[in-house]
């Protein structure tokens, strides 16, 4: 594992933005893996800098979100979907139709968290993968479990997630449940790029770093990847 440290959200976004390039330069249909949360927006914004500057095109590319939460209308401000319109979609060139988020209001969750599994299959697999972390080490939704989970899959939301995440859900209930890829899926993905902030990720990063290779702490399974990053700010790696 790679870790980087910055003392400015600004040169961590652009070190962020610089592997996304290198990336999408190298292969203008690549396939990324995309999150959510208050960590990747300011390499979102970068992103659109330099598509606005004629630096970089995403008509080519396949996107796949990690998750979105159940039973929430696909248009609510707190949908992931309406997330990515918001800091990411709406202002770049990404077709509508490479765009991947699972639909957190399906009929039949098994079935629609097989189907993604099987589009990200088709498209050939993850090229880079962008996480954030839970203040409890979690990625994508995978909660501190017993076992590393495998490919989509529905989860029950822990109680300190629902704590951490119910900032935003200022005039509605937050979701107790969500889709999420599985370990195994973000495992997958040929490199991975962590963006990890503040003080408040600062204990799960050095369980991440430093502490045993265990579910109980989702995030260490990157330690196992052969081409994970982890760009952090001096505070997120405070513990180090
Ligand atoms: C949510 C998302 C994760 C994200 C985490 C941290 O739970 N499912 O993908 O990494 O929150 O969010 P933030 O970056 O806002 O701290």
């Known amino acids: 594992m790679q870790i980087e440290i910055f003392d400015s959200g600004y040169k961590l976004a652009c070190r962020a933005a610089d592997i996304f390039e290198e990336t999408v330069k190298a292969n203008p249909s690549a396939v990324l893996g995309l999150a959510t949360g208050a960590s990747p927006v300011n390499t979102y914004k970068e992103l659109i800098a330099r598509y606005n500057a004629g630096r970089l095109s995403f008509a080519g590319v396949t996107t796949f979100n990690l998750d979105e939460y159940c039973d929430l209308p696909q248009n609510d401000k707190n949908s992931y979907y309406t997330f990515m319109k918001e800091n990411l979609f709406d202002s770049v060139d990404v077709k509508p139709e490479n765009i991947h988020i699972e639909n957190g209001n399906a009929a039949d969750f098994d079935a629609e968290a097989a189907a993604y599994d099987r589009a990200i299959e088709a498209a050939g697999g993850i090229d880079l993968q962008l996480l954030g972390i839970g203040t409890n080490g979690h990625i994508g939704f995978n909660e501190p479990a017993d ?21 935003y859900f200022t005039d509605s209930k937050m979701p107790e449940y969500a889709l999420t890829m599985g370990i195994a899926s973000i495992m997958h993905a040929k490199k991975i790029l962590l963006i990890a902030t503040g003080g408040a990720k600062a204990e799960a990063i050095f369980n991440t770093v430093k502490g045993p290779i265990s579910p109980r702490c989702p995030a260490s399974v990157l330690r196992l990847h052969r081409d994970a990053v982890l760009l952090l700010d001096t505070a997120a790696a405070a513990l180090l």
């Not at 076992?147 to 900032?167: C, H, P, Q, V, Y």
């Open 147 to 167: 076992a590393f989970t495998d490919g989509t899959f529905r989860i029950r939301l822990t109680e300190s997630t629902i704590k951490a995440n119910s900032r």
